[in-house]
């Protein structure tokens, strides 16, 4: 049952028809819960809110799949908007992007046109960028453009995914740069073809990345809600005397906030990945596929009005 309703879930998230209604009715059926609202200025509201309480963020102006150039160029001034405001307000924020919308299915040059623009804004505000990793059929090219930026840049980092067999080999080969990686479960539906199936399998190729990120020497971002990746960590780091400053967790807005604060008590710095937006209906989608728990909260909060 619980496999059936992720897969109901993560079909509707791609729906585009579904995703053009969302922006015309705004943050509905409990979406609030996951995103912090429609404007950069509910966003920043947000980011205050979570600074006060020691929590770090990154920032993510919703939106995905993009298919024409006006729209992907519109969406990187919405993006540099919200670097810029991050500048301005002195928010302790980073930035998170879709590459999808900026253009990665357009083309590459308006795709790399657009990153570098958000890039040079992001470096003039002091803002570190992460490109999250999308599903299997944009992870290389995702990673290729990332490869470049990061020769041309030194705020920009990406997303690697512990679902798919091929990630070890990009822990391997992306280490030559040193780069600053978020490494994640990996949240799209993928063929068994290119990756594992079996939750267990997932879990124990993180725990392998995350050993090989940290002992290589790299910044690496934790990005869990799981408590037994968490306390994996948290013994590794002790045991191989790997300093503070060489890694985070990251939680998602909305999910586990009383977790988060507790390592913030431990000692441990803590991210919170705020999403904000009109385009949040392939976001919230995904957060139902990851939990029945969400669906239950979320047809209550339905029921209610
Ligand atoms: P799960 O396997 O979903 O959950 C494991 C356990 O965690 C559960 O059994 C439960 O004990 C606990 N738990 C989970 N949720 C709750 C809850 N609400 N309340 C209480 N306990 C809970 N994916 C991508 O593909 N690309 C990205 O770029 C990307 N960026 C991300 C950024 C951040 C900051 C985070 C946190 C996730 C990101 N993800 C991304 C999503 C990720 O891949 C997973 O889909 C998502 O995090 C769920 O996996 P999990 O590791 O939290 O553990």
Redesign the pocket.
Known sequence: MEQLLRSFFLFLSKNKRMTKAAKRYGLRFGAARFVAGETIELAAAAIRKLNEKNLDVTIDYLGEFVDNEAEANEMANQTIEAIEAIGRENLRSQLSLKMTSMGLDISDAVVRRNMRRILDAAKINDVFVTI??EDYSRCGKTIKIFKTLKKEYDNVGT?I?AYLYRTVKDIEDLNSLHPNL?L?????KESPRVAFPE?KDVDENFKKIIKMHLLNGNYTAV?????K?IEFTKQFVKENSIPSDQFEF???YG??PERQLELVKEGYKMRV?VPYGTDWYGYFMRRLA??P??VAFVLKGMLKK
């Open positions: 999250d990793m997303v995914q978020r994640v479960k990996g949240a799209y939750k990005a869990t809600h799981d408590d990746i990251q939680m998602l999910i586990r990945y990851e939990r728990a969400n």
